[in-house]
């Protein structure tokens, strides 16, 4: 991401050079004892790649290409054994879910959902904000892109609102009630990025790594029975907190009530396109919730739902081509979790984590669990990409935690959530970061000291409420 620290001031070739020079180097360095050659060849193109995905001298798929094509060339997997990764369901999971928010874009339903939560409820500038807060919580579920959901659906939205009510960020007019709108409508898709997950594709990311390195993963119910409470938490807790600390000029909007009423009657009757997808989008949300019961993949109901847009004509095959962001995450994801199986598979993480244990040697896992999640937490300050986020520290903390005595579902939930949760850091923090700061009601400095105290906020109720409810749900 071009707002990226790291790679400021710096042009693609030499960010590209760089990424060589980290991979030659560690290629280069003799592998220590108990590891492979293949084991340490793979890691040397591992952490190139991941370098790539930082600091992007070109698209992360072109540079997962690329690593997967060097595989087999270096000697380090078979052809096979490179693009094993293509097969694997919870990757189509988030491919298929892109395409279910293509439907609530192109149908409408989502503005739909929306205006008509603020033409009943949104009276007051708070309300407006736990308006767009449940008008996200019904949409996450569908739109595993925090930049499709924010960007193409509550972003437009809630720009119309701080228009309607006079908030102006150029004159100065009303800012820090338009600060306060933009502000809590991020945070509303960042807190449902972690409740669902199909919330956000780095969800699905650590499910997959998890199974790949550990044989274990968690079902879309499972994740939500144990997300729900601190996420609700949070969607509560969260503009009320923003109230106070921005003190909005505006506390009534009826104009808001109007915008909607009026964008409404401008949409018209709900289109029959509309209701399928309804039935459709509940369908799949009973059939996910209900999995231990039916045993269908989660991965195939997405793309039954699928079936059932393509078949009532919701979409057509052009819509599912020119969703490059959906393909882009199948290629990029496959190579790099199948890079990480590997690493596995060829013992490289068994021997990291019984070095890395020897390290924390007496200490209890739950203390080890807290101090390594502050790092992992407060490390996004270094990143612009919660996908990054992932594939830089999620083994290695993860690999840690597991070998000391952490349960698996555990810490793949809680740094599932936490690596959601960092993107309050900063105004770089993900994709649809940016759109939201980009609306200049805010500035840097102050957008810094607010995700920092909301970055504490979320480190708290997950920790101290979210750790005991996976205790009760056996999952910690």
Same mark, same amino acid.
């Given at each position: ?28 360095? #003799? ?5 492979? #050659? ?20 070109? #698209? ?19 052809? %096979? ?18 395409? !279910? ?6 149908? %409408? ?53 701080? @228009? ?7 004159? %100065?007019?009303?800012?820090? $009630?338009?600060? !306060? ?48 409470? #601190? ?6 807790? $969260? ?31 709900? $289109? ?22 039916? &045993? ?40 790099? =979790? ?5 690493? *596995?598979? !060829? ?13 924390? @040697? ?14 992992? $937490? ?6 612009? *990409?919660?996908?990054? &986020? ?13 070998? @000391? ?21 900063? &105004? ?10 980009? @609306? ?19 480190? =708290? ?16």
């Amino acid at each position: 991401m071009s707002e990226q620290k790291q790679s400021q001031g710096l042009s693609p070739l030499v960010r590209g050079l760089m990424c060589v020079a980290i991979g030659a180097i560690i290629w280069f360095i #003799p592998a220590p004892a108990g590891v492979g #050659p293949q084991a340490w060849g793979l890691l040397a193109v591992f952490i190139a790649t991941i370098a790539g995905f930082i600091l992007q001298p070109m #698209p992360i798929g072109a540079i997962a290409i690329i690593a997967c094509a060097l595989l087999p060339v270096l000697g380090i997997m078979k052809p %096979g054994e490179a693009l094993a990764g293509f097969s694997n369901t919870t990757i189509w999971l988030i491919v298929s879910a892109f395409m !279910f928010a293509e439907g609530f874009i192109k149908t %409408g339903l989502g503005k739909r959902i929306s205006y008509m939560l603020l033409s009943k409820f949104g009276s007051s500038t708070l309300r407006v904000a736990y308006v767009m807060s449940a008008a996200d919580f019904i949409i996450a579920p569908f739109t595993p892109s925090n930049t499709a959901r924010g960007g193409g659906i509550i972003y437009p939205i809630v720009r119309s609102v701080t @228009a309607a009510i006079g908030s102006d960020a150029e004159t %100065g007019k009303n800012k820090r $009630t338009g600060a !306060f709108l933009m502000f809590s409508a991020y945070a509303a898709v960042i807190t449902s990025a972690c409740i669902f997950l199909t919330g956000a594709s780095n969800n699905v990311l650590c499910n997959t790594l998890a199974q790949e390195m550990f044989g274990t993963s968690i079902g879309w119910g499972e994740w939500f029975l144990a997300c729900i409470i #601190p996420g609700l938490i949070l969607t509560i807790a $969260t503009p009320a907190i923003l109230y106070k600390l921005i003190n909005p000029e505006i506390q009534d909007s009826p104009e808001t009530m109007q915008l909607a009423k009026k964008e409404l009657s401008q949409m018209g009757a709900m $289109t029959l396109k509309e209701k399928i997808l309804c039935v459709i989008f509940i369908a799949a949300l009973v059939m996910w919730a209900t999995g231990s019961i039916h &045993h269908i993949d989660s991965a195939f109901v997405a793309l039954l739902g699928l079936s059932a847009m393509l078949l009532t004509k919701i979409l057509d095959w052009s819509d599912i081509t020119k969703q490059h962001g959906a393909w882009d995450v199948l290629v990029w994801m496959g190579v790099l =979790v199948n890079m990480a199986a590997y690493l *596995s598979k !060829f013992g490289l993480m068994k021997w990291f984590a019984g070095a890395m244990a020897a390290q924390f @040697a007496g200490m209890p896992w739950m203390t080890m669990l807290i101090i390594l999640c502050l790092i992992y $937490t407060f490390a996004h300050y270094l990143l612009a *990409s919660n996908s990054a &986020h992932i594939m830089a520290l999620f083994a290695a903390f993860a690999t840690i935690l597991v070998a @000391a005595g952490a349960p698996v579902l555990g810490v793949l939930i809680l740094l599932g959530a936490l690596c959601n949760s960092a993107s309050f850091l900063t &105004h770089y923090g993900c994709g649809v970061t940016p759109i939201f700061f980009g @609306a200049n009601f805010m500035g840097q400095g102050e957008w810094w000291k607010i995700g920092f105290i909301i970055t504490v906020l979320h480190i =708290v109720v997950w920790m101290g409420v979210g750790l005991p409810v996976m205790k009760v749900l056996g999952m910690l």
